[in-house]
């Protein structure tokens, strides 16, 4: 039983352009969530995050959508570089739940290409 | 800051032989946590260690698994009697606190063949 979904396996962009990467949740009780970005034979890492007392939050070139009516929130890279081109996950945790437990989705692979 | 080191990096094993890993975390990390993550999964808990008392064990956590992190620094996590169903990616993490409040750093992982 998925609570963290992302439908894309796959996304491809041209460089320059507008990625936007989606992820729906089931557990009403999620109120933190965060994008992780995994290149391969490496670790993930950290990208942004938003707490559910927001609706965006934006950092550099990435900005996170939530929208907690339709438990969905968003990802929007712009403008897309090369470098850009990974496996992008997205994660929940919950008021009151554990400390450690980050619940993931199986993660859309972005490729940008030049 | 050196980041979050794993070793081994690959491991392949006979079924029913025990296998352990280590991860050294970020040196002033308290907070460490074990993932694993199977081919087409996003990684999935399996337990944190505050300091060196271990809060918390995820279910995925069978009797065959132990980890350890005994002076609070690094961690082991030992898989006893191993089966094919254990091949995966586990990966190590480490913060300075919570993950609502510090990102987690993950290391590369150490990829574990059961053969």
């Known amino acids: 039983d998925q609570q963290v979904k992302q439908n894309s396996p796959s996304l491809s962009v041209q460089e320059g352009r507008i990625s936007i990467l989606n992820c729906d949740y089931t557990?009403?009780?999620?109120?933190?969530f965060l994008w992780y970005k995994k290149y391969p034979a490496e670790g993930p890492t950290f990208l942004i995050s938003?707490?559910?007392?927001?609706d965006k939050n934006e950092d550099g070139r990435f900005t996170v959508f939530l929208n907690k009516s339709a438990k969905h929130l968003s990802l929007h890279i712009v403008p897309s570089q090369p470098g850009d081109s990974a496996v992008y996950f997205c994660?929940?945790?919950?008021?009151?739940?554990?400390?450690?437990?980050?619940?993931f989705g199986k993660g859309t692979k972005l490729s940008v290409k030049p | 800051d050196t980041g979050v080191s794993q070793n081994p990096r690959h491991k392949i094993t006979k079924r029913g032989q025990n296998v352990t890993f280590r991860c050294d975390p970020i040196?002033?990390?308290?907070?460490l946590y074990w993932y694993r993550q199977t081919l087409g999964q996003g990684p999935e808990f399996l337990t944190y260690?505050?300091?060196?008392?271990?809060?918390?064990k995820s279910r995925l956590l069978s009797d065959r698994f132990s980890a350890e992190r005994p002076k609070g620094s690094f961690s082991t996590l030992e898989i006893q009697r191993t089966e094919q169903g254990d091949s995966a990616m586990y990966l190590c993490?480490?913060?300075?606190?919570?993950?609502?409040?510090?990102?987690?750093?993950f290391g590369n992982g150490t990829r574990l063949t059961v053969t």
């Open positions: 993490a480490s913060s300075l606190q919570g993950v609502r409040v510090s990102p987690l750093h």
């Open positions: 557990n009403s009780m999620f109120d933190y």
């Open positions: 938003i707490s559910s007392i927001k």
């Open positions: 994660a929940a945790t919950e008021w009151g739940g554990s400390q450690g437990n980050l619940i």
């Open positions: 040196s002033e990390h308290n907070r």
């Open positions: 260690f505050q300091n060196e008392a271990q809060l918390e």
